[in-house]
């Protein structure tokens, strides 16, 4: 009977051990995707504000999928997404005009030498993305989701439908397809309102927001949170650069 039970400890022990090695496994993708060679001084001093390793690996991102990148910029999620969904995986870097512009330069640069095979980059009108049906396994909408909502009287923003672009999104991801949203704090109760004027959106609307369009709130993390942020300053620039109270949140498409 004490053999057994030895015999059974060891081959617990064992167990845990395997399940250990292959949880560090999955991790180490997400890690090697920001230790990867060759990303920008820039990027790596980015990485220390925004915890990408750990915001990645919430997400659940792995190999092989096809991933959208909405607002992407000038690509720094997609370049971390390319390396982790790999060459049989692809990534679509998703810009409209307005991010396109305020991204040349640097968006170019990533892209040059075409070091990244499995980033397409597309410029479309939001409200028409041109997405087929289940196409995706993942989308992303990075800091940019409060800009669905943003309206500028100066004519540098177009208007966005925000209920249209959700639609797409819904329709273009595969049924249990997965969905990120990190973005900028606003105080509560204050909904979409601060969009325009402080590039912020509250976390609870943007729940009732997804979960209205088919989605469900499966996890969230406090990593990127900032107690000290009033949410009462613009977040993108001057002193709040940088360090606003953020919400990271993923859902999964239901059906």
Not at 37 to 43: F, I, K, N, V
Not at 140 to 168: A, C, E, F, N
Not at 233 to 253: E, H, P
Request: proline residues 3%; glycine residues 8%.
């Amino acid at each position: 009977m004490h053999k057994i039970s030895r015999s059974m400890t060891a081959a617990t022990f064992w167990a845990l051990c395997c399940l250990g090695v292959v949880s560090q496994a999955r991790a180490d993708i997400y890690d090697a995707a920001v230790a990867h060679p060759g990303r920008s001084a820039a990027d790596l001093k980015r990485d220390e504000l925004d915890h990408p390793a750990e915001i990645l690996r919430l997400f659940g991102l792995k190999p092989g999928m096809r991933v959208a990148d909405i607002l992407a910029g000038d690509g720094y999620y997609s370049e971390l997404a390319s390396y982790v969904v790999g060459p049989q995986g692809a990534v679509l870097a998703i810009n409209n005009a307005a991010f396109d512009g305020w991204s040349d330069g640097d968006r170019q640069t990533r892209a040059a030498g075409n070091r990244l095979p499995n980033v397409q980059h597309q410029t479309v009108d939001l409200n028409d993305m041109h997405l087929a049906a289940a196409e995706l396994d993942a989308a992303m909408l990075v800091k940019v989701y409060h800009d669905l909502y943003w309206v500028d009287s100066s004519g540098k923003w177009p208007r966005i439908d925000t209920d249209v672009v959700l639609t797409q999104l819904a329709s273009a991801l595969k049924p249990g397809g997965v969905l990120l949203v990190v973005d900028h704090s606003a105080k509560a109760g204050h909904g979409s309102s601060d969009a325009s004027a402080l590039h912020r959106i509250e976390e609870s609307y943007a729940v009732h927001d997804f979960e209205s369009h088919g989605f469900k709130l499966v996890s969230r993390s406090d990593v990127l949170r900032r107690p000290d942020d009033k949410r009462d300053q613009v977040s993108y620039r001057g002193v709040m650069l940088g360090k606003t109270d953020r919400f990271v949140l993923v859902f999964r498409k239901t059906g």
